[in-house]
């Protein structure tokens, strides 16, 4: 029996009762390159497809009061964030529609599976599951949390760590208890401009204000990355792969609750309302900033650049 075979037959898909994959209509290339890897891994029954959100097509795009000059060829990479974050709420209110799933993994196409180490930790995985406070687990992610917590000496995992949130939202693992949560405070098609102007992309979002209040964790090494040499056909960025994140402090969980516990983390909270509320202020008036290397692109109005003149 193969590494492949073992997986698949693993009690571990038995705890997770859906694979949520975020896809675009039309990349069906991406689609049928990540099915094949999951071949035999994954049991195909899980596997759903959710329809991707096109961030270059939604209202908005490219015009007035949020894209300007200013904003150049940055403008795709603030398409691709509302679209993504506009897609995982998506994935959410799918499995919110099924009354019988309690945990789910959602996966974007470019993510990939590293089945020997996923095998190795697939014990620690299933005790963690268990625990009834686990809300978030980053299975795949990009960088390195600042922060990292042991769960204590009574359920103490080698590799999984209560974490200050990452970056990346190709590979997550979400309870049910968490679904609702996250999905009432994303946006809608109506609101996506606004709410990227605020807190610039989801996986930010989770990292600065979701996580504090919640009991979200991360697994190192981490089984899931991203495809190499894959650019995003959502936001034309080029993902990074990570082998191994090592948080930069690992506490008890008496010393975590003192350094990132609720009180200090409310005081955080209350400081970023400020740097919220200039942010959006910034790209209220001036529009999305495309850095000082930005290039112009086709499809910015006259209106827009005719506003920038006006307003300098």
Wanted: charge should be positive; hydrophobic fraction near 40%.
């Amino acid at each position: 029996m193969t590494d492949r075979d073992e997986a698949c037959r693993s009690t571990l898909w038995e705890q997770i009762d859906a694979v949520l994959v975020i896809n675009l209509d039309g990349s069906t290339e991406r689609w049928e390159k990540l099915m094949n890897h999951l071949e035999g891994v994954v049991p195909i029954e899980k596997i759903h497809r959710i329809a991707a959100v096109r961030g270059t097509e939604l209202p908005g795009y490219l015009s007035h009061p949020w894209f300007t000059a200013r904003t150049g060829d940055r403008a795709r990479t603030c398409a691709g964030a509302a679209g993504c974050v506009l897609s995982h709420a998506r994935a959410l209110q799918y499995a919110l529609e099924h009354e019988d799933w309690q945990v789910i993994l959602v996966l974007e196409d470019d993510a990939r599976l590293d089945v020997e180490r996923l095998e190795r930790m697939t014990p620690q995985f299933q005790d963690f599951m268990h625990d009834p406070r686990w809300e978030l687990l980053y299975v795949g992610y990009h960088g390195e949390p600042l922060y990292a917590g042991k769960l204590g000496k009574q359920r103490d995992f080698f590799n999984i760590y209560r974490c200050s949130g990452v970056l990346g939202t190709f590979s997550m693992l979400l309870h049910r208890r968490v679904w609702r949560k996250i999905l009432q405070k994303l946006p809608d098609h109506r609101h996506v401009w606004t709410w990227i102007a605020q807190y610039k992309a989801i996986d930010y979002w989770l990292q600065r204000w979701f996580t504090p209040f919640h009991e979200v964790f991360y697994v190192t090494p981490a089984p899931w990355h991203c495809a190499e040499n894959m650019v995003s056909d959502i936001s034309g960025n080029m993902p990074i792969k990570v082998e191994k994140a090592k948080a930069a402090r690992v506490w008890s969980v008496s010393r975590w609750r003192k350094k990132h516990g609720f009180f200090l983390s409310l005081c955080r909270w209350i400081g970023m309302q400020g740097d919220r509320v200039i942010r959006w202020a910034s790209c209220r008036s001036r529009g999305f900033s495309g850095g000082k290397n930005a290039e112009p692109i086709h499809g910015i109005s006259n209106q827009c650049s005719k506003n920038d003149h006006e307003a300098g």
